[in-house]
């Protein structure tokens, strides 16, 4: 039996129905009247802010947008952390562990510091990482579509997964 016999007196009966994708057209959104509306809660001026954005979301680092608004690139990562972008903390999850310890008063400052391996700007951009949530309204005004988020670092995502795993280069001796 081929397949001309299993397919004969096969008919079909319905026709398949069209589906777009659906978008979303955000392209008339006023981002930095958004971002003035929230002015309290962000580090730095709107404007600036706006600049770290734009810049950040086409593909300049933190430091880089930073530059380009003239704030700090710890200014400006405390800007897209606030805007929701995640992965501007410097330090991985165990760091952030001992920091979380620092904070509710379990350890001293100086042993964070030495267990984390973290300098002092570092610390202080975890910190306040840690102390400060990303603002929803400040998250929603900065999306460029309907279901990404503005940015995220696959880098720093991976090494937070897989950061139980590794051990660090003086573990090796």
């Not at 950040?56 to 680092?61: E, H, N, Q, V, W």
């Not at 904070?103 to 984390?116: F, H, N, P, V």
Request: charged letters at 25%.
């Amino acid at each position: 039996m081929g397949l001309s016999d299993i397919a004969a007196g096969l008919e079909v009966t319905a026709e398949q129905v069209e589906r777009g994708v659906a978008t979303v057209d955000d392209t008339e959104v006023d981002v930095g009247a958004r971002l003035r509306a929230h002015a309290e809660k962000l580090p730095c001026t709107p404007e600036a802010s706006l600049t770290v954005v734009e810049r950040y979301a086409a593909g300049d680092s933190v430091g880089e947008a930073g530059r380009a608004a003239s704030v700090a690139a710890v200014t400006a990562a405390k800007v897209l952390h606030r805007c929701g972008v995640e992965g501007v903390t410097p330090l991985a999850p165990m760091a952030r562990d001992v920091l979380r310890d620092w904070l509710t008063g379990d350890i001293s400052r100086a042993d964070a510091l030495e267990l984390t391996g973290a300098d002092e700007a570092e610390f202080a951009l975890a910190a306040y990482v840690e102390t400060h949530d990303s603002v929803p309204e400040l998250a929603e005004a900065t999306r460029r579509d309907a279901t990404a988020p503005l940015s995220g670092d696959a880098l720093v995502e991976k090494r937070e997964a897989l950061a139980d795993t590794m051990s660090a280069s003086n573990e090796m001796f």
